[in-house]
């Protein structure tokens, strides 16, 4: 019988991609920093063994601090241009891997194919985006009060940059940092998640090349591999200025705290609890596409996944039955296949979590509308497929005020003005993703205001999920207030300088206080 990972051309890409065995659980990559006991990677895909990668001992951690940190000393001194001539020739690499590494992302992690190679095109895009700011890191210059001086600003890089990363984006976050991180100058430390170390391999390998052709220090990008007591190593280590984590709030506020108590910075990337209000004015047809991608893509395990949907009493029913029935041509199943619209839950371990979610919300008061459950035999023997589900509830619930990383939907009724909906929205800890759907101006407007949405993103007639790289990403609240990828989040990678020159013979001070000798 023909596997999936034969059907889809598993082994060559693994083979593209540097990692040489499939089924056979010996060590692999080329990662020179990891003797420590050997980590399995289990496809949700299909249940089998995809590899196995040797994770990272304390004293392989302290070789890769000593890499990193040497590496750095050269590196800073190369004008930022020139490193991000490096990122371009990376986003190459990554184009030439496109295909190979969207199918590993697709397969170890078990999101769609596409949505595999959309990763890979992220990683893509910020290059790109990296590229071009390497020659704008620019400072601002202001007027001096004393005569003679000149004064202004500039950016430096911070040192070793230490990234924990999460399952569900297991190679665009990374390439999120480490594309701003190398023009801003600084080297990378990579703890990719437990759940996906094939992919960090992968990403490793890639950069590896390009590094040896240009003559580089490896120590420029860095990979560990184990669990969270391998990040701790990193959240604790003085030795790195910044820590950009992430992952679940619960991880971010140890991390956050770790960090916090040596003065260290943080940019962190926690869950979201995100919201779609629908207003009597919203685009039904747009709204039922939006709500459903956002809830069922990647199985509903984005961090900008739709969880709540906020809907005006006058068309709850009309949406209600529209959200129902889309549902109900959902296809699940092996997500290469592209015929198939929702894939597995990363592991049985979230299959739990998801089963928690369900019985709760009914415990809690809720009405299941569209039953969930979990899929078993052919096709389904990962035992982590499970049909995304739709519940009525009320934001009060102690469950809707989680994450559950899971295709679970929930929803919500309004009624009055939309003042009421956003009060809703607002309603929960996390504060990622958010968005409108009306064709009222007044108010997507009021939506966008001040009194709005208290999110990092608020979106207007677009779903809470997926964001482009141009615009800096992240959430406030329990999302943790980081900021990545455009925009000018490319500063927290770096140490501001501010710098007055004084050309003239005498000293004058500021405020105009004397000190005469
Ligand atoms: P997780 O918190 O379980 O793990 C994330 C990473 O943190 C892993 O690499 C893990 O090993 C590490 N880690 C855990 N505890 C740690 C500790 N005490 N010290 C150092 N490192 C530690 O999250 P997950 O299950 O991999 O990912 C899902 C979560 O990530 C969801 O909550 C999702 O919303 C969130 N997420 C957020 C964003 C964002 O941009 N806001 C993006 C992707 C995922």
């Given at each position: 019988m023909i596997t999936i990972a034969q059907q889809f051309g598993m082994t060559e890409a693994l083979q593209q991609l540097g990692?040489?065995?499939?089924?056979?659980?010996t060590s692999t990559g080329q990662n020179h920093f990891s003797n420590g006991e050997l980590l399995e990677s289990f496809s949700p895909?299909?249940?089998?063994?995809?590899a196995t990668v040797k994770t990272s001992t304390i004293v392989d951690y302290e070789k890769v601090m000593q890499t990193a940190t040497e590496a750095f000393q050269s590196f800073r001194t190369m004008p930022a241009p020139q490193r991000g001539e490096i990122v371009r020739q990376f986003g190459e690499k990554l184009r030439k891997n496109k295909e190979a590494l969207g199918k590993l992302v697709s397969y170890e992690m078990g999101k769609s194919l596409q949505e595999g190679y959309g990763e890979v095109q992220e990683m893509i895009d910020i290059c790109d985006f990296a590229v071009g700011l390497s020659r704008q890191l620019h400072g601002l210059t202001m007027h001096s009060e004393r005569p003679g001086h000149r004064m202004y600003e500039q950016y430096h890089p911070l040192g070793v940059v230490g990234i924990i990363s999460a399952f569900n984006f297991p190679v665009a976050v990374w390439a999120w940092n480490t594309a701003l991180a190398w023009i801003s100058g600084d080297v990378c430390v990579w703890k990719p998640s437990e759940k996906t170390p094939l992919c960090g391999v992968a990403c490793q390998n890639i950069i590896a090349q390009v590094i040896k052709e240009n003559n580089l220090?490896?120590?420029?990008s860095c990979l560990i591999n184990g669990d969270y007591t391998v990040g701790a190593l990193m959240t604790n280590?003085?030795?790195?200025p910044l820590i950009s984590a992430t992952g679940s709030t619960r991880m971010g506020k140890i991390v956050a705290q770790a960090v916090a108590s040596r003065l260290g910075k943080s940019l962190l990337e926690l869950g979201g609890n995100n919201a779609i209000i629908v207003t009597p004015d919203a685009d039904i047809k747009m709204t039922v596409i939006g709500a459903v991608f956002g809830a069922v893509g990647t199985a509903g395990q984005?961090?900008?996944?739709?969880?709540?949907l906020i809907i005006h009493e006058s068309i709850y029913e009309k949406v209600k039955d529209a959200i129902v029935s889309a549902y109900g041509q959902l296809k699940i199943g092996?997500?290469?296949?592209?015929?198939?619209?929702v894939g597995p839950l990363i592991d049985l371990h979230a299959v739990e979590m998801y089963k928690n979610a369900l019985s709760k919300v009914v415990a809690e008061g809720g009405k299941v509308l569209v039953e969930g459950g979990v899929l078993s035999g052919e096709g389904y023997e990962s035992g982590c497929y499970v049909k995304p589900a739709i519940a009525e509830a009320d934001n009060s619930f102690e469950i809707v005020q989680h994450e559950t990383f899971a295709p679970v939907l929930y929803l919500l009724r309004y009624s009055g003005t939309v003042e009421n909906a956003i009060q809703l929205q607002n309603g929960v800890a996390q504060g990622l993703s958010s968005a409108i759907m009306t064709n009222n101006l007044r108010e997507a407007e009021l939506f966008l205001s001040?009194?709005?949405?208290?999110?990092?993103i608020a979106n207007v007639n677009i779903g809470t999920s997926g964001a482009e790289i141009g615009g800096a990403f992240g959430g406030e609240k329990e999302t943790g207030g980081g900021r990545e990828s455009g925009?000018?989040?490319?500063?927290?990678y770096m140490r501001r300088q501010t710098n007055t020159i004084n050309y003239t013979t005498s000293l004058p001070l500021a405020q105009g206080i004397k000190f005469d000798l």
């Open positions: 990692i040489h065995t499939i089924n056979e659980g895909v299909d249940g089998q063994l995809i220090p490896e120590g420029i280590d003085k030795r790195i984005r961090c900008t996944s739709t969880r709540r092996n997500p290469l296949d592209q015929n198939n619209h001040v009194v709005g949405s208290d999110c990092g925009s000018d989040a490319w500063k927290i």
